[in-house]
């Protein structure tokens, strides 16, 4: 792997994870963008939210497979991999989310954060259970149930790539339908993680030149933000209850995001703030972990000032969410950097990419919510 697409890489992982943060941005029916109360803030909300960075899960998927098998399916190491990956993914998905768990269960007992987040006082052994390791449905975190899916992925790696590497269209065109026809999620919390991963082992063991349309990477960048652009016009008309044709038309676009994402990066990298963002290391899966935590808590003091106009709060709130975690990061990383290393699963610095296989109003809960 040559530096043009390490760095690629490191600069898709911060610039999507930076869009997640919007994904995530809470809200509550009375703010609903689809109401249109605000016109063209609604849909650019829309825009952000429900088409845009939708990419992001699909193609930080699809840098996880291509990592893990960048040196071929014969050196490959099961064992090892799992040890690893019990390291870099699991432990920070347990360390982040039973602290949130804790904190929330705390604040409850306070009588704080009730409609907010789930109920965790009167909550069943089961549904405990859920919020801690994301058996049946999402976690505490929310943005954790990524964590939670690469693990299965990478436990299911070694059929995923045998399948791949004797019969790869015909896996990838069945993964490709089961992300994104109305089927059952079956283990997976978000079906369109299992295909992006398996398009990534794909690019590797298949030696695809990943650089072979970065000639054409303004045309491929132009479309997929029209794209976009068009499916956040649908989403704005038909929303927040989609149709089945709707939900499968933003699937595809997630998907086509994989490659479109990959396009932006050739066309970023060669500029200066480009440059610099290669170089952030493992404050993009710093940010990725302590994000949503830090939004519930704006969107409870944002309820508390009786501020009606809600646009300051969705235009501010993941600015100012990045800018404290950026400083929050570099603070641990003098402070403490043995313990950040195991929050940010070993990821210290950007040279490391090439050698790990990675990488008021109130909400209410619910399992439908922004994922």
């Known amino acids: 792997m040559d530096a043009n697409i390490s760095s690629r890489i490191n600069l898709m992982r911060i610039v999507l994870i930076s869009g997640i943060v919007f994904v995530h941005v809470p809200h509550d029916p009375s703010t609903s963008p689809f109401l249109g109360i605000y016109g063209f803030w609604d849909w650019l909300r829309v ?8 990419v992001g899960v699909p ?13 071929g399916l014969e050196t490959f190491d099961y064992g090892k991999t799992i040890r690893t990956k019990a390291r870099t993914v699991m432990l920070p998905f347990l360390l982040w989310n039973l602290a949130f768990l804790a904190l929330v ?40 149930y990524f964590l939670r899916d690469l693990m299965l992925c990478i436990l299911l790696s070694p ?13 990838l065109f069945v993964l490709f339908a089961y992300a994104v026809l109305p089927l059952p999620n079956g283990i997976f919390l978000k079906k369109s993680i299992l295909f992006g991963f398996s398009a990534g082992i794909y690019l ?16 491929i960048a132009a479309i997929f933000l029209a794209v976009a652009v068009a499916l956040s016009l649908v989403l704005y008309q038909t929303g927040p209850e989609f149709p089945v044709w709707v939900d499968m038309l933003r699937s595809l676009v997630a998907l086509s995001g994989i490659l479109g994402s990959w396009a932006i ?12 963002l290669t170089r952030t290391g493992g404050l993009s899966f710093f940010i990725f972990c302590a994000h949503y935590p830090l939004l519930i808590l704006f969107w409870m003091i944002w309820n508390r000032t009786g501020i009606a106009d809600y646009r300051l709060f969705y235009f501010a709130s993941p600015v100012i969410t990045i800018a404290l975690l950026v400083a929050a990061h570099g603070f ?26 990675d990488a008021g109003r109130r909400t209410d809960y619910s399992p439908q919510q922004r994922t």
């Not at 052994?125 to 929310?142: C, D, H, K, Q, T």
């Not at 059929?159 to 896996?171: F, S």
């Not at 590797?204 to 000639?215: E, M």
């Open 47 to 54: 825009f952000l939210g429900d088409s845009l960075f939708r």
């Open 59 to 71: 193609c930080l998927s699809a840098i996880s497979g291509y990592l893990l098998f960048r040196r």
């Open 105 to 144: 269960c705390i604040a409850q007992l306070k009588a704080i954060g009730f409609g907010y987040l789930p109920d965790v006082i009167d909550a069943s052994p089961r549904e405990w259970l859920s919020l801690a390791f994301a058996l049946e449905g999402l976690p505490i975190n929310v943005p954790l």
């Open 159 to 171: 059929l995923l790539a045998w399948l791949i590497k004797r019969y790869p269209l015909p896996t």
């Open 204 to 219: 590797s063991l298949h030696r695809i030149d990943v650089k072979r349309f970065d000639a054409h990477a303004r045309w």
């Open 265 to 276: 990066s050739a066309l970023l990298v060669r500029t200066r703030l480009g440059e610099r």
């Open 332 to 357: 641990a990383k003098r402070m403490a950097p043995g313990f950040t290393a195991v929050l940010t699963g070993s990821r210290t610095g950007s040279s490391q990419t090439g050698a790990r296989p």
